[in-house]
């Protein structure tokens, strides 16, 4: 093939074992989960192949590792693996080879060589208190690295709670000071990619749109991709129909947890929680922690940690379906009293979400 019609992007995949019919397909299930309109996976293809693989710079500070242990779990060939074969991941804290002075000029070496054009990502929070010194990196203080490091960036993705929010290392009574990524760095683009860890897909989806249209996606308030993070778990969860029926299990073991009714009195944040891991899914979309049988905790939102409890149900309105066996009894229709009660339910907890908070359970 001459030389002008070569595609490194191709060869690779081709050299994996991944044919342009697995990409293309990729492509528009990516464009489809992004809510893109039509005829974009297309163009994302395109776009993916001319593209020339970018420099990310991925720094992790005060963390778990499971940011990083959640984008490599890969299963070849899905989203997240195609995608990483997009991108030039020039310094990795886990993943690089290199180590101590190396390290550190493979980083200083990508800035010189690729600013104003390089991604970085960055998970975990950054502390602050006396000086920062409760996490460093080669002597180097995270806040430092981390100024140091986005001064010649295209733009910043903060990846897992801990980044976006200050996570777990924020929670009271938050020794270090810590803080989240967009408390620091004010003059670049930043997206946010909250979870405890974040979704696979969600992460590489967003780099993926960057690298197609040369911008962010569109985002919330709070920074995050809306097409990834524009709807509750409740909105998309398949127990939501016993939800709206008053069906809820007790415990996780009881007959109502073995028919699959709502976790909603056994903790369950799906209501106020922001998040496509009902869609979406994880490893490779086989299940998801409803499915599995345990209630959202809302690690993607706000002080998640402080939030009162992962097994503490939230406050609802009073719930008009009590006393329906009364009515029946009393010989009300109670096909018509259910379908009323279940459409005053629905716009009564509707509109309490929608400005309820996982904040709301420690007040």
């Not at 009073?318 to 009323?340: C, E, F, N, Q, R």
Request: one cysteine or more.
């Amino acid at each position: 093939m001459p030389e002008s019609e070569r595609n490194p992007l191709i060869e690779r995949m081709a050299g994996e074992g991944i044919s342009r019919r697995a990409f293309m397909k990729y492509c528009a299930t990516l464009a489809s989960l992004m809510a893109l309109p039509a005829g974009a996976g297309r163009a994302m293809a395109e776009a993916l192949t001319r593209a020339a693989r970018p420099s990310v710079i991925w720094l992790s500070f005060q963390e778990c590792t499971g940011c990083t242990e959640a984008i490599t779990r890969s299963h070849s060939p899905t989203l997240e693996s195609l995608i990483l074969e997009t991108i030039s991941l020039d310094y990795h804290h886990t993943l690089q080879a290199a180590s101590g002075e190396a390290a550190e000029h493979a980083r200083e070496e990508a800035m010189k060589q690729h600013f104003g054009k390089y991604l970085v990502v960055v998970d975990g929070s950054v502390p602050m208190k006396d000086g920062g010194v409760y996490s460093t990196i080669a002597g180097i203080s995270n806040h430092d690295m981390l100024m140091d490091t986005v001064k010649g960036a295209a733009a910043v993705i903060a990846v897992g709670t801990c980044a976006t929010y200050g996570g777990l290392p924020k929670a009271r009574p938050n020794p270090t000071g810590a803080v989240a990524i967009s408390d620091l760095v004010r003059d670049k683009p930043i997206v946010n990619i909250p979870g405890c860890p974040p979704i696979p897909v969600v992460m590489t989806g967003v780099i993926a749109h960057y690298l197609t249209f040369g911008r962010l996606p569109e985002l919330d308030r709070l920074l995050r991709p809306r097409a990834f993070y524009g709807e509750t778990i409740h909105d998309r969860c398949y127990r939501r129909p016993f939800y709206d029926q008053g069906k809820f299990a007790k415990t996780f073991d009881d007959a109502g947890a073995r028919r699959g009714w709502c976790l909603f009195e056994l903790g369950c944040k799906g209501p106020v929680t922001y998040n496509a891991c009902a869609s979406v899914k994880w490893n490779d979309a086989t299940s998801w922690p409803v499915e599995s049988g345990h209630g959202c905790i809302g690690c993607s939102e706000p002080d998640f940690w402080d939030a009162g409890g992962f097994y503490r149900a939230l406050s609802l309105p009073a719930d008009p379906l009590k006393g329906m066996a009364a009515a029946a009894a009393a010989g009300v229709v109670v096909g018509a009293v259910v379908s009323v009660a279940n459409r005053a339910r629905k716009a009564e907890v509707r509109a309490g979400h929608e400005t309820a908070t996982l904040a709301d359970l420690d007040k």
